[in-house]
Nanobody, 125 residues
Framework: QVQLVESGGGLVEAGGSLRLSCAGSGRTFSDYAVGWFRQAPGKEREFVAA????????KYAGSVKGRFAISRDNAKTTVLLQMNSLKPEDTAVYYCAADRNYKTVTMRNRRPDYWGQGTQVTVSS
């Protein structure tokens, strides 16, 4: 069993930065790939970024590539999403998700085994 808790969301002006954290509990969390997804009001959930269990592989959505960076520290059972140069269109609820299968956390239409409760990110123009 894995439990995920996101934190770090908030209100920021366009061009600013935020760092989201996904804290995982459960002794096997380090065996799981983790992805970040987001959902804006009235829109479908979309993939943002993912990291493999080791951190050796990462993937980003085209809309955030070069602005966001995902990293993980298995010793601390935490996955971070550093978000820079934020835009109003980045406004959404951000969720982290975990699955043993890396591909599952890189695609919008897959269903990872575990999800966090989400954290709101609002970027003002």
């Amino acid at each position: 069993q894995v439990q995920l808790v996101e934190s770090g969301g908030g209100l920021v002006e366009a061009g600013g930065s935020l760092r989201l954290s996904c804290a995982g509990s459960g002794r096997t969390f380090s065996d799981y790939a983790v992805g970040w997804f987001r959902q804006a009001p009235g829109k479908e959930r979309e993939f943002v970024a993912a990291t493999s269990w080791s951190g050796s592989f990462t993937k980003y959505a085209g809309s955030v590539k070069g602005r966001f960076a995902i990293s993980r520290d298995n010793a601390k059972t935490t996955v971070l999403l550093q978000m820079n140069s934020l835009k109003p269109e980045d406004t959404a609820v951000y969720y982290c998700a975990a699955d043993r299968n890396y591909k599952t956390v890189t695609m919008r239409n897959r269903r990872p085994d575990y999800w966090g409760q989400g954290t709101q990110v609002t970027v003002s123009s």
